[in-house]
């Protein structure tokens, strides 16, 4: 069974920075693609960034602050997340998916980010 292991989840201040990192059990390369998500309060959980198949995607609303990033060495996919604003509180989820043999996610147990103003 894969295992996800998010860490670097925090309290800070408005504009200050924040990495987490999400360590895996297994090889990333064996991913087709590896995720950020979050909940914030009284929101559904939502992408905020992934790597995967030569790509990086963002939300809108984390471009030009967050950079996810992924160390093949190390198993790991890591979200620098710079001029934090309070609206960024929430649970930070690592997710990972393929396609083969079948279609499977993994989720990991969540980190939360407080961003006080």
């Known amino acids: 069974q894969v295992q996800l292991v998010e860490s670097g989840g925090g309290l800070v201040q408005a504009g200050g920075s924040l990495r987490l990192s999400c360590s895996a059990s297994?090889?990333?390369?064996?991913?087709?693609?590896v995720g950020w998500y979050r909940q914030t309060p009284g929101n559904q959980r939502e992408l905020v960034a992934s790597t995967g198949e030569g790509m990086r995607k963002y939300a809108d609303f984390v471009k030009g602050r967050f950079t996810i990033s992924r160390d093949d060495a190390k198993n790991t996919v890591d979200l620098q997340m710079n001029s934090l604003k309070p609206e960024d509180t929430g649970v930070y989820y690592c997710r990972a998916e393929r396609v083969s043999p079948y279609y499977q996610t993994y989720w990991g147990q969540g980190t939360q980010v407080t961003v006080s103003s």
């Open positions: 297994e090889a990333v390369i064996n991913f087709n693609n």
